[in-house]
């Protein structure tokens, strides 16, 4: 096996003496995840902005806006009504919401009270929001119209009242209690950055391998090829070297980007054998892609162009840009045929889950069946001769 090693590190030289394979391999990848991730990994930074013009400023419209203010839809901003209605127009904020005087009267003469949500037709959250604004106004109506009979019975005035009931009322009154449910107790949620993050890993690190796989045809080209098979190597220590180039490659560029993914935006990976067994699964899968199309091309240029078409199109079908959820369920059902969906439910349930070896179980099996059927087809048309 030495032969193989020799070769192996050969290719591997060759690979880092060039200035542009660290660009490819390392920053490409951190800047697509630090465009398509964001810059931060704090989610109230995404949450909308609406601008809020409270012109009764009576206590029930003080209260209105302050449960208003308790969601995670949004966050609200005071602002006068003129420069709200500009910036809606000119695309600044997602909306207005607009409490006009005699807000209070009206609930004082027990009639539904008027607020106004105001929205440019792109707005296309506008609808989720005026529910939750719907449902605050109810919960006003009911503690106002309990506070107002209460009042009425024991002939106390009506604020102090509704005081003592805004503070016993939950702050959502039919809420969902949110849990999250993960197989580790230190997991975090895969927010955009992490799934950018794994996704355009494995994206640049398939796009390398696209590269480095046709070297064979490139040795060929050139004579190498044939030269080495002229020297006391078998043709298993000939492949096998060259396999573990490519296999070793991949790792070292996964292995950077995990780390460098953690010290920059604070991405954690989850198990560390099971990350091991998925990444190793994922780059026998990528390595027998790129044999399989170097099997059907004849130059390093064909290689490289046909290779990173397929890469790029598989990986926006297998949700690398964007979560699979938000396509239609014939694309969803056509994803399951390509690698990267299955690389991206194994990261999942590492990443988000805190899963285990056990629960990536199926998505590396699918990976491995990857990898087989393209290494058979990809050594069959390996030609020695």
């Not at 008027?114 to 440019?120: C, D, L, P, Q």
């Not at 046909?306 to 369920?329: A, H, Q």
Request: aromatic share 10%.
């Amino acid at each position: 096996m030495r032969k193989a090693w020799a070769l192996c590190l050969f290719e591997l030289k060759r690979v880092f003496q060039k200035p542009q394979s660290y660009f490819l391999m390392f920053a490409m990848p951190l800047i697509f995840t630090l465009i398509f991730g964001g810059l931060s990994g704090d989610d109230s930074a995404d949450r909308m902005k609406l601008a809020v013009v409270d012109e009764d400023q009576s206590t029930l419209s003080k209260v209105f806006l302050q449960s208003v203010k308790e969601n995670e839809l949004f966050t609200l901003e005071s602002e006068s009504k003129q420069q709200a209605e500009q910036k809606v127009k000119d695309k600044e904020i997602g909306g207005l919401l607009y409490i006009p005087k005699g807000f209070a009267k009206q609930m004082l003469a027990e009639k539904n009270p008027t607020v106004t949500f105001k929205h440019g037709p792109e707005f296309v959250s506008a609808a989720a929001i005026s529910q939750m604004i719907n449902q605050n106004l109810i919960k006003l109506k009911m503690e106002f119209a309990a506070s107002l009979h209460s009042s009425r019975y024991t002939g106390e005035d009506w604020k102090p009242v509704f005081s003592k009931i805004v503070k016993k009322t939950p702050a959502a009154l039919a809420g969902v209690h949110k849990v999250e449910v993960k197989k580790g107790k230190a997991q975090t949620k895969l927010s955009n950055q992490s799934a950018r993050s794994a996704g355009f890993s494995m994206m640049f690190v398939m796009i390398v391998m696209m590269s480095v796989t046709g070297t064979i045809l490139e040795a060929k080209k050139s004579g190498v090829w044939y030269r080495m098979l002229s020297t006391p190597i078998s043709r298993f220590q000939l492949m096998s070297g060259y396999f573990m180039s490519f296999f070793l490659l991949g790792w070292i560029q996964f292995g950077i980007l995990m780390a460098a993914t953690s010290a920059l935006f604070d991405i954690r990976w989850g198990n560390p054998l099971g990350i091991a067994v998925l990444v190793s699964a994922l780059l026998l899968c990528v390595v027998g892609l790129g044999l399989f199309i170097a099997g059907f091309v004849t130059t390093t240029e064909q290689q490289s162009a046909m290779g990173n078409i397929i890469v790029i199109s598989t990986c926006m079908l297998g949700g690398v840009y964007w979560p699979l959820d938000v396509v239609p369920k014939f694309m969803q059902k056509i994803a399951e045929f390509v690698p990267q969906t299955w690389a991206m439910k194994g990261f999942t349930e590492l990443v988000a889950r805190g899963g285990g070896v056990a629960d990536i179980a199926l998505p590396v099996a699918v990976l491995l069946i990857f990898s087989a059927v393209f290494l058979v087809a990809g050594m069959s048309r390996v030609r020695f001769e």
